[in-house]
C-alpha cells in the first residue's frame, strides 16, 4: 500500500552544493519538514567540509533520500564544479529543484512549485521557474525570520546591474532583482531570460540537457545556464513575491567571511589559487558569448542561438555592448 502511495507523487531531485556551511543541517531539515509529501524529495548533496559525514547526517530521519558525497574543502574548484558534481547525482526524477545551502522553506512548498510549474506548461513547453528568492535573517534570539514577513504581490524579475557592463575582453555581468507589478493581478509569472542559480526549479532532465560546467567557477555560472538553456527550449518565468515558497541567507556584500571559497585562509592552502580558477572561468565565458567557440556539451549548437538570447535579453553579447536598464 505504501509503495503505491508513493508511485502518486512526482519526484523532486533537490541539488545543493555546500562550502564549509554552517546552516546545511538546518537546510536539509526544514527542506524535508516542510514538504507535503517529503518521501518524493530525493537530495544529491556535495558537502565541501571540514567534518564530513556528520553525525546529524547519519541519524536524519530521510538519510536513505540524501546522495552524499564529501570532499575536503581544500580541494574544492568552486561551485560550478561542485554544481556539476550534483547534478551527476540525479537519478531520473520527475522535477529539479536547485537551492543555496543556507534556503528555509514555506509548508507545503513542493506542491506550490509543482503546481505553478503545471500552469505555466499550458503556455510553454519547458518552463523553468527561477528568481533570487526573498531573504531571511537570524534575530537576536538566533531565530530565522523572514526579511519581509508580508509578501507583496511583485514579480521578482532579475535584470541587469546597470553598473556592470561588458567589455570587449571580459562577457561577465552582474545582475539584480527589479520588483515589477503587472495587471491584470491574474498575472503570476513574468517570462525573463536570466536564471537565478540559487533557486531554480523545472524538469529533472534538465541535468542531462543543460549539465554544470565544472570548468567555471563563481561569476558567469547563471550566464551559462541562461543561455545554454535558451538554446535548448527552456523558458525562464519569474514568480510573484508571494508564489516563492523558499527564502535565501544573504550575505553582506563586500564582507569577507570564512565560509567563502576565496577566502585568504583557505586559499592560501591550495596549490590552484582562486585567481587562477577565475581568470579561467572568465575566459571560459568569453568564449562562450563568442561565435565559433566549441564548448562541447558545455556550449550551444549554433551562433544564431546566441543571437537569439541577445535579442531576448536585450544584451548585446556579438558587438559587445549593453542597451541600457530601463527604470521602473
Same mark, same amino acid.
Given at each position: 500500500?505504501?509503495? %503505491? ?10 541539488? $545543493? ?25 530525493? =537530495?544529491?548533496? =556535495?558537502?565541501? !567540509?571540514? %567534518? ?13 533520500? /540524501? ?11 568552486? $561551485?560550478?564544479?561542485?554544481? !556539476? /558534481? ?58 530565522? =525570520? ?8 511583485? /514579480?521578482?524579475? /532579475? ?7 561588458? @567589455? ?8 539584480? $532583482?527589479?520588483?515589477?507589478? $503587472? ?106 558569448? @563568442? ?10 549548437? !549554433? ?17 559587445? @555592448? @549593453? ?6
Amino acid at each position: 500500500m505504501q509503495a %503505491n502511495s508513493l508511485q502518486k507523487f512526482p519526484t523532486i531531485f533537490v541539488s $545543493v552544493a555546500a562550502y564549509c556551511e554552517s546552516h546545511l543541517q538546518l537546510t536539509i531539515h526544514h527542506l524535508f519538514s516542510q514538504a507535503k509529501h517529503p518521501q518524493r524529495i530525493f =537530495v544529491g548533496l =556535495v558537502d565541501q !567540509s571540514e %567534518n564530513l559525514n556528520p553525525d546529524w547526517l547519519q541519524q536524519f530521519p530521510a538519510r536513505k533520500n /540524501i546522495n552524499y558525497v564529501g570532499l575536503s574543502p581544500i580541494d574544492s574548484r568552486g $561551485v560550478s564544479w561542485a554544481r !556539476s /558534481i550534483a547534478f551527476s547525482l540525479y537519478n531520473d526524477q520527475d522535477y529539479l529543484l536547485q537551492i543555496d545551502s543556507h534556503t528555509l522553506f514555506d509548508q507545503g512548498w513542493d506542491e506550490l512549485l509543482i503546481e505553478q510549474f503545471k500552469q505555466l506548461k499550458n503556455s510553454h513547453p519547458k518552463p523553468l521557474i527561477s528568481t533570487y528568492p526573498p531573504g531571511f535573517r537570524f534575530d537576536s534570539q538566533g531565530r530565522a =525570520v523572514a526579511d519581509e514577513p508580508l509578501k507583496s504581490d511583485e /514579480i521578482f524579475f /532579475i535584470d541587469r546591474d546597470p553598473a556592470s557592463a561588458l @567589455t570587449a575582453d571580459r562577457a561577465v555581468l552582474q545582475f539584480r $532583482v527589479v520588483r515589477k507589478r $503587472v495587471e491584470p493581478s491574474e498575472i503570476t509569472h513574468l517570462p525573463g531570460f536570466h536564471v537565478g542559480a540559487c533557486f531554480l526549479f523545472t524538469t529533472g532532465d534538465f541535468t542531462q540537457q543543460v549539465p554544470y560546467d565544472p570548468y567555471l567557477y563563481f561569476r558567469g555560472e547563471e550566464q551559462s545556464l541562461s543561455l545554454r538553456a535558451h538554446a535548448k527550449g527552456y523558458q525562464v518565468f519569474h514568480s510573484r513575491h508571494n508564489l516563492i515558497p523558499l527564502y535565501h541567507l544573504y550575505k553582506e556584500v563586500g564582507k569577507a567571511y570564512e565560509g567563502q571559497h576565496w577566502h585568504p585562509d583557505m586559499d592560501a592552502k591550495r596549490h590552484t589559487p582562486f585567481g587562477w580558477l577565475q581568470q579561467r572561468s572568465n575566459e571560459r565565458i568569453n568564449a562562450l558569448f @563568442t561565435p565559433g567557440s566549441d564548448l562541447g556539451a558545455y556550449g550551444i549548437d !549554433s551562433p544564431a542561438q546566441l543571437e537569439s538570447f541577445c535579442k531576448l535579453s536585450g544584451i548585446d553579447y556579438l558587438g559587445r @555592448t @549593453t542597451v541600457p536598464v530601463k527604470s521602473d
